[in-house]
C-alpha cells in the first residue's frame, strides 16, 4: 500500500478516535498492524506522535472563545462568583497536575504494556462496562454541575487522578476516563465533556512533547554509548506523509468533535461503550489470528 493512502488513512483513524471515548492508541496500533507497519519502526513511531497535533490544533481552534473567555475572566469568571483556586483555569492545570505526577510515577511500568493486545483488550473491555454502568447511573440521578463554571476543586482532582489510567492503561481512553469520572462527580454529560476536552488540551500537548523528547533522548543516549540505532531519515516523501496525515488527522477531528458535541446532548455513551466491548472482545479472542499479538 502506498505510503500516501496509508498517512490518509491513519490520519482519518487519529481525527476519528483521539477525542471520542474509544482509545485512538488501540486504533491506531491495529490500523498500523492491519497495514503491515511494524509498530517499532523510528520513522512510524514519530509519525504516530506528531500527527496527533493536528487533531490539538482542531480541538484548540473549536474551543478557542471559550478559553479567550475564561483568561478574560479569571479571576472571578463569568457570573463574579469564582475565585483565583476554583476557577476553571486554576481547575483544569490542577486535574493535569493530578494526572502528570502518577503517570510520571509508573510510566516504566505502562510502557512495559503499551504494544500489548491483551492490554489494550481488557482495557476496552472494563472501560466499556464502566462507561455504560456509570452512563445509566447518571441518567437515573440529577447532577447537580450543570457547567463547568460552577465546578469544584474536589471535582478536578478526581477527574485527574482518574485520567491517569489511559496514560498507564493502553486503551482505556483520556476521553472515556475523564468523562466517566465527570458524571460520577455529579456533571452533567455536556459539563463532564467540556472539561474532558479542556484537560485534553494541556495533556495532549504534554504527552506529545514528552513522547518526541524521549525518541530524542533514546536515540542520543544509545549512539553515545556506541549502541547502533535506527535514527529517522527525514526525505521529501517522508515529510509528505507526515504533513498529509497531520493536516487529516485535524480536518477529520473538527467535524468529530463538533458532531459528538451535538451527539451527547441528545443521547447518551452508550453505543461507544457497546462498541468499545465489542472491540476489546473481538482483540482478546480473535485479534492476534489477524494482527498478530
Not at 478516535?17 to 482509545?23: G, K, Q, Y
Not at 483556586?85 to 486535574?95: D, G, K, Q, R, S
Not at 523528547?213 to 517522508?238: D, L, Y
Not at 461507544?272 to 480473535?286: D, E, H, S, T
Request: with cysteine; aromatic share 12%; hydrophobic share 55%.
Amino acid at each position: 500500500m502506498s505510503p500516501y493512502l496509508q498517512s490518509i488513512l491513519l490520519g482519518i483513524v487519529e481525527g476519528l478516535t483521539e477525542f471520542l471515548p474509544v482509545s485512538s492508541t488501540a486504533h491506531l496500533r491495529i490500523a498500523e498492524a492491519l497495514m503491515k507497519i511494524s509498530l517499532t519502526d523510528a520513522y512510524w513511531v514519530m509519525y504516530t506522535v506528531v500527527i496527533q497535533v493536528g487533531a490539538i490544533l482542531a480541538l484548540c481552534l473549536l474551543f478557542l472563545v471559550r478559553i479567550v473567555d475564561f483568561f478574560r475572566t479569571f479571576p472571578k469568571g463569568q457570573n463574579g462568583d469564582r475565585a483565583w483556586f476554583n476557577h476553571p483555569i486554576t481547575l483544569t492545570f490542577v486535574a493535569f497536575a493530578c494526572t502528570s505526577f502518577p503517570a510520571l510515577a509508573l510510566r516504566k511500568w505502562s510502557e512495559k504494556n503499551l504494544g500489548s493486545l491483551n492490554a489494550m483488550a481488557l482495557a476496552l473491555l472494563v472501560g466499556g462496562v464502566a462507561m455504560w454502568v456509570v452512563d445509566a447511573w447518571s441518567d437515573r440521578s440529577d447532577p447537580g454541575t450543570g457547567d463547568v463554571e460552577e465546578m469544584h476543586l474536589l471535582q478536578a482532582v478526581w477527574i485527574g487522578l482518574c485520567q491517569t489510567l489511559s496514560a498507564i492503561f493502553p486503551g482505556t481512553s483520556r476521553s472515556m476516563s475523564t468523562i466517566a469520572a465527570g458524571q460520577i462527580a455529579d456533571l452533567t454529560r455536556p459539563a463532564a465533556l467540556e472539561f474532558s476536552f479542556l484537560l485534553c488540551i494541556p495533556t495532549m500537548i504534554a504527552a506529545t512533547g514528552w513522547d518526541l523528547a524521549k525518541e530524542i533522548h533514546k536515540s542520543k543516549a544509545a549512539g553515545a554509548a556506541g549502541v547502533a540505532v535506527a535514527h529517522v531519515v527525514m526525505n521529501p516523501e517522508r515529510w509528505a506523509v507526515l504533513i498529509i496525515g497531520t493536516v487529516v488527522s485535524f480536518i477529520v477531528a473538527l467535524g468529530v468533535v463538533e458532531w459528538f458535541l451535538f451527539w451527547v446532548r441528545k443521547h447518551g455513551f452508550v453505543p461507544f461503550a457497546v462498541y468499545r466491548i465489542l472491540l476489546g472482545g473481538w482483540l482478546l479472542f480473535w485479534g492476534a489470528k489477524f494482527i498478530g499479538s
